[in-house]
């Protein structure tokens, strides 16, 4: 199973950029995925996930409203549009597989398979 996340970079405050992580070597539309991030001497912490059918999303508070998640089964592929971005999103930004989007869903080790990070550098 590879998950190959890309579209990470330097952006100024205030600006947007596209993730995406292709997956292959799994059935896509039998895992919900989520997006995890990582910044320099920080705990990994969860951004947003999407079931499998694309009917439920969630988001952790500090990007509702900035950040969206969506997929394309067709594609193996699921995506974070991070919009008004802020210096403190400066992180590696992991994605994630596994079966179910439900209760421990935050906890990064309950995920089955990771991508490696694609780095998103906010500067102020």
């Known amino acids: 199973v590879q998950l190959q996340a890309s579209g990470g970079g330097l952006v100024l405050a205030g600006g947007s950029l596209r993730l995406s992580c292709a997956a292959s070597?799994?059935?896509?539309?039998?895992?919900?995925m989520a997006w995890f991030r990582q910044a320099p001497g920080k705990e990994r912490e969860f951004v947003a996930g999407?079931?499998?059918?694309?009917?439920?999303?969630y988001y952790e508070d500090s990007m509702k409203g900035r950040f969206t998640i969506s997929r394309d089964n067709a594609k193996n592929t699921v995506y974070l549009q991070m919009n008004s971005l802020k210096p403190e999103d400066t992180a590696d930004y992991f994605c994630?597989?596994?079966?179910?989007?439900?209760?421990?869903?935050?906890?990064?080790?309950?995920?089955?398979?990771w991508g490696q990070g694609t780095q998103v550098t906010v500067s102020s």
């Open positions: 994630a597989a596994r079966p179910l989007l439900i209760n421990d869903y935050k906890v990064f080790a309950t995920y089955d398979y």
């Open positions: 070597g799994l059935t896509f539309s039998r895992y919900a």
């Open positions: 999407i079931s499998k059918n694309v009917r439920i999303t």
